[in-house]
């Protein structure tokens, strides 16, 4: 079965960083990752997402230039960097895995985490 297992998410002041993982188990290296977040009281959004190869990402308007996902097959282990944090960055941070090539606007996410919460202090 697949089990995505999120950790590093925690207190943090604005303008502090933070690096949250993803432990991925029973998925495939050809799956792609990514990140989305809820917010209270608001919806779930899209962050960041990373294609099976590694070579391609895409990243909502809002965390462009600060955040930073990456992967590690090797390990099955996927990261969210996230520089500059903001207070409007403060959600439950979700993992989640699709099958095949993440294709902005059209991805459906497979899979999921159970969520890290990040919190960011003024």
């Known amino acids: 079965q697949v089990q995505l297992v999120e950790s590093g998410g925690g207190l943090v002041q604005a303008g502090d960083s933070l690096r949250l993982s993803c432990a991925a188990s029973g998925i495939f290296t050809t799956y792609s990752m990514g990140w989305n977040r809820q917010a209270p009281g608001k919806e779930r959004e899209f962050v960041a997402a990373?294609?099976?190869?590694?070579?391609?990402?895409y990243y909502a308007d809002s965390v462009a230039g600060r955040f930073t996902i990456s992967r590690d097959n090797a390990k099955n282990t996927v990261y969210l960097q996230m520089n500059s944090l903001k207070p409007e960055d403060t959600a439950v941070y979700y993992c989640?895995?699709?099958?095949?090539?993440?294709?902005?606007?059209?991805?459906?996410?497979?899979?999921w985490g159970k969520g890290t919460l990040v919190t960011v202090s003024s």
């Open positions: 989640a895995a699709a099958r095949g090539n993440y294709v902005l606007g059209r991805t459906i996410w497979n899979y």
């Open positions: 990373i294609n099976w190869s590694g070579g391609r990402t």
